[in-house]
């Protein structure tokens, strides 16, 4: 396991080893989506990870897709996210937040009513949402029109700007799982035409601008994408996500980015190939694998050079001391599904450490 613990050099940051813990959405924002002090303790309890990447967090008001997420776009939520990175970086570790729009996964008994909006009037179709009225259908979107793009960019640098204002090392712009930048980068979702439709270099157009504009905030390594060119969660698509990846990790050559992070499969196997052999052959920066990673695979893939890191979901989650874990050869803790979204500190901040 010697090659997980290996420092890294990721972009501004040295990670102490290439554990990280992967974005994961656990519904514990308080009310107005406001972090409060048990996800403060949870955060901090794992931060021997190489790096955290908290959860999916709301960069604009009204794009609510979970109900009890975190936001970043109000004074209170920065107040809260500045406990959690006080936190963190108390008991050693670092953090940077994932910044999202949830795009069509939104719901409008989430969002005072209003219509959620996407690249194209298409729906998620054959899966429901959580709401205060309980799971409901998706509803259609409303296809956003060229006009309106320049003032999603501009939610997305307010959002890196208050990330940077709460404390955070950097920041991952979410990029995959069917939320609204990744709704236009694959052609099953957007069907529009003019400059963010068609051709790959058209639909990649929206979250290069967003890119451009965080790195503005942030400076050169400071930032990192998340993409997802196989699942199918959130109702997804796309008729050539080889080719989407590796199109991708060449222009992405042109970024100053931390990293590039990187799903290598489907979570319901209904899309299959190899999108990590292409991201590691065309991006020269380093290169994040997720996705059902046991630590053996894990060392193996970053000593043959494939992977430079790997984050690790659930087993985090469950382990909040996953690395002493791994190094000591211990079992681990089983996560438990039930408590994924629940609220509390049940599932959450009660998995016990490694005796």
């Not at 236009?184 to 451009?212: K, W």
Request: one cysteine or more; aromatic letters at 8%.
């Amino acid at each position: 396991m010697s090659a997980l613990f290996q420092p890294l050099q990721v972009g501004a940051l040295t990670l102490p080893n290439r554990i990280l813990m992967a974005p994961l959405t656990r519904c514990r924002a308080e009310d107005d989506h406001v972090p409060g002090d048990l996800m403060a303790t949870h955060y901090a309890q794992r931060a021997s990870a190489g790096l955290l990447i908290a959860e999916a967090t709301m960069a604009m008001e009204g794009n609510s897709a979970f109900w009890h997420e975190p936001g970043i776009h109000s004074a209170a939520q920065v107040g809260g996210w500045k406990h959690v990175t006080d936190a963190v970086h108390k008991a050693g570790g670092r953090i940077f937040l994932q910044v999202w729009h949830g795009g069509r996964a939104c719901h409008p008994l989430l969002n005072d009513g209003a219509q959620p909006v996407a690249p194209s009037a298409l729906p998620i179709r054959n899966d429901e949402v959580h709401t205060p009225e309980g799971k409901k259908p998706y509803v259609t979107p409303r296809a956003l029109a060229d006009d309106e793009l320049p003032g999603i960019v501009a939610g997305f640098r307010h959002a890196a700007e208050n990330a940077l204002a709460a404390g955070f090392d950097g920041i991952e712009v979410h990029g995959a799982n069917g939320y609204l930048l990744d709704e236009f980068l694959r052609d099953g979702s957007n069907t529009r035409s003019g400059p963010y439709g068609g051709p790959i270099e058209n639909r990649a157009r929206l979250m290069l601008e967003v890119l451009d504009a965080c790195v503005g905030v942030w400076g050169a390594g400071r930032v990192g994408l998340r993409l997802s060119p196989l699942n199918s969660y959130n109702d997804m698509r796309d008729s050539d996500p080889v080719g989407l990846i590796t199109w991708m990790a060449q222009r992405l050559n042109d970024y100053p980015l931390a990293y590039l992070h990187v799903m290598r499969g489907d979570f319901f196997g209904q899309q299959k190939g190899d999108v990590v052999t292409p991201a590691r052959a065309h991006y020269k920066g380093v290169l994040i694998g997720n996705m059902g990673y046991t630590p053996q695979e894990a060392a193996s893939a970053i000593e043959s050079g494939q992977l430079d890191a790997v984050a690790f979901g659930t087993a985090f989650l469950a382990n909040p001391d996953l690395p002493a874990r791994i190094k000591a050869g211990a079992s681990l803790n089983k996560p438990h599904p039930a408590t994924f979204y629940s609220p509390g500190p049940e599932g959450y901040t009660d998995y016990p450490f490694m005796q």
